[in-house]
T-cell receptor
Framework: GEDVEQSLFLSVREGDSSVINCTYT??????LYWYKQEPGAGLQLLTY?????DMKQDQRLTVLLNKKDKHLSLRIADTQTGDSAIYFC?????????????FGTGTQLKVEL | DVKVTQSSRYLVKRTGEKVFLECVQD?????MFWYRQDPGLGLRLIYF???????EKGDIPEGYSVSREKKERFSLILESASTNQTSMYLC?????????????FGSGTRLTVV
């Protein structure tokens, strides 16, 4: 079955690194994603990683994928107050005519001064 | 600028009313999705559609139905609204075959049923 889990809250100080973790259960996932949701808004794609990759870096963001343990993480370097948001991981599974995304519960990141 | 547009940001309805939530995308995407978002539960898939006039149940379809008469429009219908359907509703679309960028989301409709 499909189940994506995240811790609900994370609090960091401005300038520190944030690490948000995610575990998933479906080994047939093709892509894994990180989305960001700011208050009152929809979800915005932050970054993604293909399932045959171990790591992807994109400016302040680093995604690590451990396929053996089905563990995905998002590291945000030099965290700023504007990074305060809910972060969702999601896995993409091919079904029928298209891809279906299953989302985690979301991690609320709070950045303190 | 490509987008997914949800017709209302905030909606207040009475118990028992029939409620329509509308979603329109301008990207010519084949796939469209309706999710509801509740604190601590993340996003849960209600219904999705891979083509015009096609629909498939997601994880929590009870109490909902959908309509896709045109490629760009996907409507979510609450036949008889209940207070436990108070939630944030998010519409999304994606192309077929799947693209690395996943889904594009609308801004959401916050529905309150009183």
């Amino acid at each position: 079955g499909e189940d994506v889990e995240q811790s609900l809250f994370l609090s960091v100080r401005e300038g520190d690194s944030s690490v948000i973790n995610c575990t998933y259960t479906d080994s047939s996932s093709t892509y894994l994603y990180w989305y960001k949701q700011e208050p009152g808004a929809g979800l915005q794609l932050l970054t993604y990683i293909f399932s045959n990759m171990d790591m992807k870096q994109d400016q302040r963001l680093t995604v690590l994928l451990n396929k053996k343990d089905k563990h995905l993480s998002l590291r945000i370097a030099d965290t700023q107050t504007g990074d305060s948001a809910i972060y969702f991981c999601a896995e993409s599974i091919l079904t029928g005519g298209g891809n279906k995304l299953t989302f985690g519960t979301g991690t609320q990141l709070k950045v303190e001064l | 600028d490509v987008k997914v547009t949800q017709s209302s940001r905030y909606l207040v309805k009475r118990t028992g009313e029939k409620v329509f939530l509308e979603c329109v995308q301008d990207m010519d995407h084949e796939n469209m999705f309706w999710y509801r978002q509740d604190p601590g539960l993340g996003l849960r898939l209600i219904y999705f559609s891979y083509d015009v006039k096609m629909k498939e149940k997601g994880d929590i379809p009870e109490g909902y139905s959908v309509s896709r008469e045109k490629k760009e429009r996907f409507s979510l219908i609450l036949e008889s609204a209940s207070t436990n359907q108070t939630s944030m509703y998010l519409c999304a679309s994606s192309p077929r075959p799947p693209h690395f960028y996943g889904y594009t989301f609308g801004s959401g409709t916050r529905l309150t049923v009183v």
